[in-house]
Nanobody, 121 residues
């Protein structure tokens, strides 16, 4: 069943902004070590940004070099959601964006179904 749900994708012109959000599909589920990945057509899925919320790396935020300074990931612990603010978008950012997280209920990692981001040049 779906464990994580992404929303916020869409089409935007180059230079524009979009905000993605990822949330648990069920209120009783909670996730940690959440991250964003993306996959362009014909390419491998790649890491975009993530927040460690477990162990000695708690609070560490990481970004792929290609999005540093343009994308910003935030975590709302009260809502159990993770957002990705994407600014100064370029054509190369066009991809399906996926949320990934580890469930506190099961201990397993899960992927969302993805949300499409399309940037027109």
């Amino acid at each position: 069943r779906v464990r994580l749900v992404e929303v916020g994708g869409g089409s935007v012109q180059a230079g524009g902004s979009l905000r993605l959000s990822c949330a648990a599909a069920k209120d009783e589920d909670a996730f940690y070590n959440m991250s964003w990945y993306r996959q362009a057509p014909g390419a491998a899925r790649e890491f975009v940004a993530g927040i460690d919320t477990d162990g000695p790396s708690d609070g560490v935020i990481s970004y792929a070099d290609s999005v540093k300074g343009r994308f910003f990931v935030t975590l709302d612990n009260a809502k159990n959601t993770m957002d990705l603010q994407m600014n100064s978008l370029t054509y190369e950012d066009t991809a399906m964006y996926y949320c990934k997280g580890k469930s506190r209920l099961t201990g397993f990692a899960y992927w969302g179904q993805g949300t499409q981001v399309t940037v027109s040049s």
